[in-house]
């Protein structure tokens, strides 16, 4: 059964992703910001919607109050592509920090081009953390909050992977709140498997961290916690006690 739900979703995955790419992309460009970003969010509002309804996913969404009135520093922990999707509707307009292969994917990454997000070359760390600070600070201040992975990567559920500090170094610096976010969606959503999981989906948003005055370490091990905490809660897939890898240099968030 889960095999014939996953066929059905991915074949309204990929038709809403053409008949998006086809309808949405030539005018996007023409928009202001923040219309475009309604416009191509469109797409994103299906995809939540088809998978809840084609692969028996019940969502459990809290905390969505608790989101500052302006731009914050959204940090949350990785496990697939669902939460890509659906953080993007979570506190538009958002900017995503992202890999830029990302880009060259067709229709999907022409779209990403156009919402103005940070993508780093991982081939040149050094540049790439260059960049996602300052690119950040400056999307802050135009009004756009941050999305950032700190993670770096997907990380199957019940494992756990050392948190980088570059989304709370933006906050601090541009004294701005960072917003932890919880999930387990990676439990419907496997990120190595196309079969998807029917059952609880749940999304926990925290109080935001106020940056003011704190260091970007203190911030971020707050923020860390406060995930882990909320994991360890909501996670059908035991977490981990403290079997983070020891660090071996600092890696990419996104």
């Known amino acids: 059964m889960n095999v014939i739900r996953s066929t059905v979703f991915y074949i ?49 969404v809290r905390g969505r109050e608790r989101l500052p009135d302006g731009p914050c520093v959204l940090l949350a922990n990785h496990q697939c592509e669902w939460e890509t ?27 990403l081009r156009l919402l103005h997000p940070i993508a780093l070359d991982r081939s040149k760390p050094a540049r790439a953390m260059k960049q996602v600070l300052t690119q950040g600070k400056q999307r802050l201040e135009e009004g756009l909050s941050v999305l950032i992975f700190p993670e770096g990567t997907r990380v199957e559920p019940g494992q756990r992977r050392r948190y980088n500090k570059s989304g709370a170094v933006i906050a601090c610096r541009a004294g701005m709140p960072v917003v932890p976010v919880a999930h387990n969606a990676g439990e419907r959503w496997p990120g190595r498997h196309w079969v998807k999981r029917p059952g609880r989906l749940t999304l926990v948003v925290g109080e935001p961290i106020e940056t003011v005055g704190r260091s970007a370490e203190e911030v971020l091990a707050e923020t860390e916690a406060w995930i882990e905490a909320q994991l360890a809660e909501i996670s059908e897939v035991p977490r981990p006690r403290d079997e983070r890898p020891a660090p071996d240099g600092e890696t990419l968030p996104g």
């Open 12 to 60: 309204g995955y990929f038709l809403a992703m053409l008949i998006c790419g086809v309808l949405f992309l030539p005018p996007a460009p023409f928009l202001p910001l923040a219309s475009r970003y309604r416009l191509l969010n469109l797409y994103n509002h299906f995809i939540i919607a088809w998978f809840r309804l084609v692969c028996g996913v019940r969502y459990d």
């Open 85 to 111: 999707v659906y953080l993007q509707l979570l506190k538009p307009p958002v900017c995503t920090v992202l890999k830029k292969e990302l880009l060259n994917i067709p229709i999907f990454g022409w779209g």
